[in-house]
């Protein structure tokens, strides 16, 4: 499997807690810089800072109209971190169903 540019790597960008609520923010709706500022309370840089992480790995697109710039994320992108928590989703659901039918035993 081959390395992928710290700036492209999906998984840390969605490392940084206010990236998540980024990506949060847009998924259901584009947002412009301004929206996301106003509804982070961070600077106007740090917004724009973070969404070119975000771009650079993939997870959002860019729309500009006049002078503003909408952001919205690109799911299909965020694929490869949903696959990789799918094995410890399964791992942890065996464990719990496991569990489960030992307390069931136990119980009779």
Excluded at 2 to 15: E, K, L, M, Y
Aim: hydrophobic share 40%; proline share 4%; glycine share 6%.
């Amino acid at each position: 499997m081959g390395r992928i540019a710290a700036s492209q790597d999906p998984f840390r960008a969605v490392a940084d807690p206010g990236r998540r609520k980024m990506l949060d923010a847009m998924l259901t709706e584009e947002c412009s810089v301004g929206t996301l500022t106003q509804m982070l309370g961070i600077s106007q840089p740090a917004v724009s800072q973070h969404l070119q992480v975000l771009k650079q790995a993939g997870l959002v697109t860019e729309r500009k109209a006049g002078r503003n710039r909408y952001y919205q994320v690109n799911a299909p992108e965020l694929q490869v971190i949903a696959d990789w928590l799918a094995k410890y989703e399964m791992f942890w659901t065996d464990k719990l169903d496991a569990l489960n039918a030992h307390l069931a035993r136990r119980k009779n």
